[in-house]
């Protein structure tokens, strides 16, 4: 498994209709919801249908032609980077240290930048359960890319359809697929689904150390920049201990 370096690499144009071939999987939380399943293992460790969140994530990104991942880790990152040995195999994987200080989402991008070799990129929280619908998710998120007019697209999934949710929406989408806040409307009709395709241009002076990914998203709404796509198939919030039966009980009926 390749340590982390901070040394440049040259980015890799991609065409926009192929899922690019570098994928950041977000991977260093702490996973505070999942007690006391997160005790003793980090939450992308935590199994659902048999298998670890973690490679849940990995085996959809393989399948749709991702070639290498950079993980960050922080919270037992001993056992995460254990476990990524096993997947040097089928994945080329390099690691981005967060063991200092936990940068959260936006600034464990800005920190896993110089490992990242291609842009557009693809960037999915590792502790995301999805299935695919009529099309694999990541290739039609890839079929809608366009980098003239975007910096950020979005998989976003319907409210009602949104597994295990509690929360009230994330986002309101135009007709065009430019994506706007809640704000104060009382529901949103589409909920991030934790994946999504970003440009390198988006991390242009963001700011240093811990920052939120929604400040990157702000940013690119202000522009008219940041757009969504909705997935076709299923999604399942998978936070807490509980969501874990309701996720498997939901797949065992479909």
């Given at each position: 498994?390749?340590?982390?370096?901070?040394?440049?690499?040259?980015?890799?144009?991609?065409?926009?209709?192929?899922?690019?071939?570098?994928?950041?999987?977000?991977?260093?939380?702490?996973?505070?919801?999942?007690?006391?399943?997160?005790?003793?293992?980090?939450?992308?460790?935590?199994?659902?249908?048999?298998?670890?969140?973690?490679?849940?994530?990995?085996?959809?990104?393989?399948?749709?032609?991702?070639?290498?991942?950079?993980?960050?880790?922080?919270?037992?990152?001993?056992?995460?980077?254990?476990?990524?040995?096993?997947?040097?195999?089928?994945?080329?994987?390099?690691?981005?240290?967060?063991?200092?200080?936990?940068?959260?989402?936006?600034?464990?991008?800005?920190?896993?930048?110089?490992?990242?070799?291609?842009?557009?990129?693809?960037?999915?929280?590792?502790?995301?359960?999805?299935?695919?619908?009529?099309?694999?998710?990541?290739?039609?998120?890839?079929?809608?890319?366009?980098?003239?007019?975007?910096?950020?697209?979005?998989?976003?999934?319907?409210?009602?359809?949104?597994?295990?949710?509690?929360?009230?929406?994330?986002?309101?989408?135009?007709?065009?697929?430019?994506?706007?806040?809640r704000g104060k409307a009382r529901v949103a009709p589409f909920v991030y689904t934790g994946i999504q395709l970003m440009?390198?241009?988006?991390?242009?002076?963001?700011?240093?150390?811990?920052?939120?990914?929604?400040?990157?998203?702000?940013?690119?709404?202000?522009?008219?920049?940041?757009?969504?796509?909705?997935?076709?198939?299923?999604?399942?919030?998978?936070?807490?201990?509980?969501?874990?039966?309701?996720?498997?009980?939901?797949?065992?009926?479909?």
């Amino acid at each position: 498994m390749a340590a982390q370096s901070h040394r440049a690499l040259r980015i890799r144009p991609e065409i926009p209709a192929e899922v690019p071939k570098t994928a950041m999987v977000m991977a260093a939380g702490l996973g505070k919801r999942m007690r006391p399943l997160t005790a003793t293992r980090p939450k992308p460790l935590v199994e659902v249908a048999g298998k670890a969140l973690l490679d849940h994530v990995l085996d959809r990104l393989r399948a749709a032609g991702v070639e290498r991942v950079v993980v960050n880790v922080h919270y037992l990152a001993d056992a995460l980077e254990a476990h990524l040995k096993a997947r040097v195999k089928d994945l080329d994987v390099a690691v981005s240290d967060e063991r200092a200080q936990l940068l959260e989402t936006g600034g464990g991008l800005v920190r896993a930048r110089p490992l990242i070799d291609c842009d557009p990129f693809l960037a999915v929280n590792s502790d995301n359960f999805w299935v695919d619908g009529p099309s694999d998710s990541l290739k039609l998120l890839a079929s809608q890319w366009d980098g003239a007019k975007m910096d950020c697209l979005l998989l976003l999934v319907p409210l009602a359809r949104a597994g295990n949710h509690g929360g009230v929406g994330d986002f309101h989408m135009d007709s065009g697929g430019r994506l706007r806040r809640r704000g104060k409307a009382r529901v949103a009709p589409f909920v991030y689904t934790g994946i999504q395709l970003m440009s390198q241009h988006l991390l242009d002076d963001a700011p240093e150390g811990p920052f939120s990914t929604n400040i990157l998203w702000d940013k690119a709404i202000a522009q008219g920049r940041c757009f969504g796509t909705v997935h076709q198939g299923l999604w399942f919030d998978v936070g807490t201990p509980g969501a874990i039966h309701a996720t498997e009980h939901a797949l065992a009926h479909e």
